[in-house]
């Protein structure tokens, strides 16, 4: 086995400018000879960046590069064993192609006939042998860009970097080069650090991706790897079209999605870790609905040449929509007792009714009171209700001991359930009553309103408890008013993106099949739950 020599190293690179903007933070990176490294991000992501650090165009904040070893962060940019090409060409518009080809050798004042042989030898490698006396404003851009190229690599430096040198290239002759910048990189047997934020550049040409976002580096691998097994969501969506899925790790063998158990490699999680699962389309096959592990709808497809791509749709999700009154009680006051007391009425199902004791009441009402004075809380002595296992709508009494009393309504509904049989789901949630402010001052209110409406899902097969994953309402928590509104709870639907060569209609009912290794689990990010 040959071992590649390490020929740079980025130790630790941060670059702050004086707004105060971070662009790259505590990058490290190791690079080696004869590689064709591409740094691959969204636009603003530090890539550029990283490129002119080492080009010795810009200075980091804090850190080392290492080339064979040595520190380079103070040593000027002409005297790197490194030269740059860049997207805009920079040609001397009033030099031939020669003499733009053999501008830094004549800088160097090398003899007339190495100038000629060297500049030859480099118009031969890029297929531009038979241009030396044309002008270059003549040439296409491709060709221009070549020159560039050429005289680029025609200084025999140890690195050349490319930093997005095609995006000015139509679609058709960006392939074109791609092809060309591969070959010319084998061909001088030198390092290409090239950048790009185009994911089919990255993967067609290079030996080593580096993936970027905001400064930090998310991914290193082969085009291989980075496509096949991106270790978070970012890299499994900026590298290709994908599906990922909410996932459960069952073992070392197996995951969990879509409330079925699955074959695939699993190992190095916790048994039970919520996961992100990863399959991407060209991996899904279409099958008659019986046939397949997922089965689904046809939602929509769009030709793309030579396969379709195709919107499975496998579950709708289940969702159930409930009322919520919102009040703005005030609260009695007793003058004479110099007391306060509130309560706001509240819905209970009428299953529940039989379970009503006079703490749960007071809970349901947020029945409370105080002295109008000290602000201190008093008891609440006595409930008076006549409550029954009936739809319809009840009074409530709250007093004191000193008779300071409130009344407010208590609605007895039939329980709010939605059965999905397609998909073997319940949902259940209750109407309720809420005050205004519990609503403003309400931190995380998706999951108060969860509890609020006793919001919850289950399968139909194993009753094992599902979860809502979106809580939609038509109102504003910061400018609400009291009124009723609709809350609708839902558990989470699944569409997957499936590249076919077969034409299907939409409404088509479907099923996808897939092998254990065609699914990737990775880990969620932090917070995902």
């Known amino acids: 086995m040959i071992t590649k020599?390490?020929?740079?190293?980025?130790?630790?690179?941060?670059?702050?400018?004086?707004?105060?903007?971070?662009?790259?933070?505590?990058?490290?990176?190791?690079?080696?000879?004869?590689?064709?490294?591409t740094l691959l991000g969204p636009s603003g992501c530090g890539k550029t960046t990283l490129l002119r650090?080492?080009?010795?165009?810009?200075?980091?904040?804090?850190?080392?590069?290492?080339?064979?070893?040595?520190?380079?962060?103070?040593?000027?940019?002409?005297?790197r064993e490194i030269n740059t090409v860049f997207q805009k060409y920079a040609l001397f518009p009033h030099m031939n192609v020669y003499d733009n080809v053999a501008f830094g050798l004549t800088l160097k004042k090398e003899p007339k006939d190495v100038i000629q042989q060297k500049v030859m030898r480099m118009l031969k490698l890029v297929n531009l042998d038979g241009y030396a006396k044309r002008n270059v404003t003549e040439l296409s851009g491709g060709q221009?860009?070549?020159?560039?190229?050429?005289?680029?690599?025609?200084?025999?430096?140890?690195?050349?970097?490319?930093?997005?040198?095609?995006?000015?290239l139509d679609a058709k002759l960006?392939?074109?080069?791609?092809?060309?910048?591969?070959?010319?990189?084998?061909?001088?047997?030198?390092?290409?650090?090239?950048?790009?934020?185009?994911?089919?550049e990255a993967l067609t040409m290079s030996d080593k991706i580096v993936?970027?976002?905001?400064?930090?580096?998310?991914?290193?691998?082969?085009?291989?790897?980075?496509?096949?097994?991106?270790?978070?969501?970012?890299?499994?969506?900026?590298?290709?079209?994908?599906?990922?899925?909410?996932?459960?790790?069952?073992?070392?063998?197996?995951?969990?999605?879509?409330?079925?158990?699955?074959?695939c490699d699993a190992r190095g999680f916790d048994k039970g870790e919520k996961v992100d699962v990863v399959i991407r389309p060209e991996h899904l096959d279409v099958v008659p609905r019986g046939q397949g592990m997922l089965k689904g709808t046809v939602k929509s497809q769009l030709f793309k040449g030579v396969r379709y791509e195709t919107i499975v749709e496998t579950r709708v999700g289940t969702s159930i929509t409930v009322k919520m009154q919102v009040s703005q009680d005030k609260p009695v006051f007793n003058e004479e007792k110099q007391e306060k007391i509130s309560a706001t009425g509240f819905l209970v199902d009428i299953e529940d009714v039989p379970e009503l004791d006079d703490a749960k009441i007071?809970?349901?009402?947020?029945?409370?009171?105080?002295?109008?004075?000290?602000?201190?809380?008093?008891?609440?002595?006595?409930?008076?209700?006549?409550i029954q296992a009936e739809t319809g709508e009840y009074a409530v009494t709250f007093a004191t001991a000193a008779g300071t009393a409130i009344t407010v309504k208590v609605a007895v509904a039939m329980p709010s359930r939605n059965e999905n049989e397609v998909y073997q789901e319940e949902i259940y949630a209750?109407?309720?009553?809420?005050?205004?402010?519990?609503?403003?001052?309400s931190i995380t209110l998706d999951t108060d309103l969860e509890t609020w409406a006793s919001a919850s899902a289950w399968s139909l097969e194993d009753g094992e408890q599902v979860e809502i994953t979106d809580v939609k309402y038509d109102f504003d928590p910061e400018t609400i008013e009291p009124?009723?509104?609709?809350?609708?709870?839902?558990?989470?639907?699944?569409?997957?993106?499936?590249s076919t060569t077969h034409k299907l209609e939409e409404g088509k009912q479907v099923g996808l099949v897939f092998a254990p290794e065609d699914i990737h689990v990775m880990k969620k990010k932090e917070g995902a739950f």
Not at 54 to 76: K, M, T
Not at 224 to 238: D, G, L, Q, R
Not at 430 to 441: L, S
């Open 5 to 37: 020599k390490k020929l740079i190293q980025f130790k630790n690179i941060v670059k702050h400018f004086e707004d105060g903007t971070v662009v790259l933070k505590g990058i490290n990176l190791d690079i080696y000879e004869n590689e064709f490294v």
């Open 362 to 386: 007071v809970a349901l009402a947020s029945a409370e009171a105080w002295d109008a004075e000290t602000e201190e809380p008093i008891s609440i002595k006595t409930i008076e209700h006549n």
């Open 430 to 441: 209750m109407n309720f009553f809420k005050k205004v402010e519990d609503i403003q001052e």
């Open 211 to 263: 993936v970027m976002n905001a400064g930090e580096i998310q991914q290193i691998g082969t085009p291989t790897e980075i496509y096949s097994h991106p270790v978070n969501e970012f890299v499994a969506k900026f590298i290709g079209e994908t599906n990922i899925v909410d996932g459960v790790v069952q073992d070392d063998t197996h995951v969990r999605f879509e409330d079925k158990k699955f074959e």
């Open 174 to 200: 960006r392939k074109e080069m791609q092809k060309e910048l591969k070959y010319i990189q084998e061909e001088v047997g030198i390092t290409f650090i090239f950048v790009t934020h185009d994911q089919e």
């Open 483 to 498: 009124g009723v509104y609709d809350v609708t709870f839902s558990t989470e639907g699944y569409e997957y993106q499936v």
């Open 144 to 168: 221009q860009q070549r020159i560039a190229i050429a005289r680029a690599l025609v200084n025999e430096p140890s690195v050349l970097l490319l930093d997005e040198p095609l995006g000015a």
């Open 53 to 79: 650090i080492l080009g010795g165009f810009l200075q980091p904040s804090e850190g080392q590069v290492l080339f064979d070893g040595e520190d380079i962060v103070n040593v000027p940019p002409y005297k």
